[in-house]
């Protein structure tokens, strides 16, 4: 195995259950998506955050990409996509980029983003960088507000403490305590069950969090390339999601916008991991190709600072013992 570095729901569907034959790190194994991936098969891109690259020929051609973000470090942080300096709510929210470029843009900044999805559906544009875009639904940064909350709709979201949630939202839901939100229309897992009602079969990017939150997972599942991966369902989403470790979770957008894209230390560059796909206009021929989304949710890592303010720090996350020492390694390593 090679390590690469819709819109609304229209009908109902039965539910499949699928017994895959899995790929993994130059390893085959029969797999139950029921049942839990092993992440020690999975590359270490970073303390506390791991990639799997699965391919399965069943129920169809599928090729996947998970990540999966441990927050017992205290140093993680999640980001996503800022408002736009002359912002209008429900019209000019953010401004289009590729996934690869937030992660770029990024660098250099205290919120170096490491790794990074795309989050909520948007109003398509003309598919260049930096127009301004509308999203669909409630998104947060920092804090501070960039898209209203619609009826109707799920949103991860992380508060101010670090933890993960994923809510309902309403046009009136108080935002308090949100310091990261993006949102999706569907619910894919509940509780350890897969839902939806979508039988699109089309490319799938999801975000949930295990039943202890601990583990935050983000898996994008490539569709429409023949011979590469072709989709799957909503249901078929919440059953990887879970099959990766997750308890909750949500479909952001999927189809052409679904990208993973991480930045590659070695290279000083950031790279996709999984193929984005959007059709010609005229044809419908698949073609690789990266699309400006309205926005992303990504992950980095908050420093901590030299020892003379770490005390405070240390505080403030409710570090105590020897994680409250200066000299100690929270990296996870």
Sequence with gaps: MEYLPLRFPRRLSSFHAIHALITFAGVSAVAQPAGTFNWANADELYPSVRHAHLTTDSPR?????ALRIDLDN??????TTGRIADWEADSRETLSERTRDFVTRLQGTDRGVVAAINANWFGLTNQSSAVPVDLNGLAVSEGVLVSPPWNNQRAFVIRNDGTPDIVATST?????GIEQAVSGYVAVLVNGNPNGHSTDITSRTVIGMSRDRRYVVMLVIDGRRP???????DRESGQWLRYFGAWNGIHLDGGGSSTMAWWNPAENRAEIFNIPTVPLPIFGTPIMQERYVGNNIGVYFHEAPEPDGYAA?????ELSGSEADPET???GG
């Design 313 to 317: 720090w240390a505080a403030a996350l």
């Design 172 to 176: 009136t839901m108080d935002l308090d």
């Design 227 to 233: 011979g590469h991966s072709l989709g799957a369902t």
């Design 329 to 331: 390694d929270l990296s």
């Design 61 to 65: 051609l599928l090729s996947m990409h």
């Design 74 to 79: 205290p140093a993680i942080r999640f980001t």
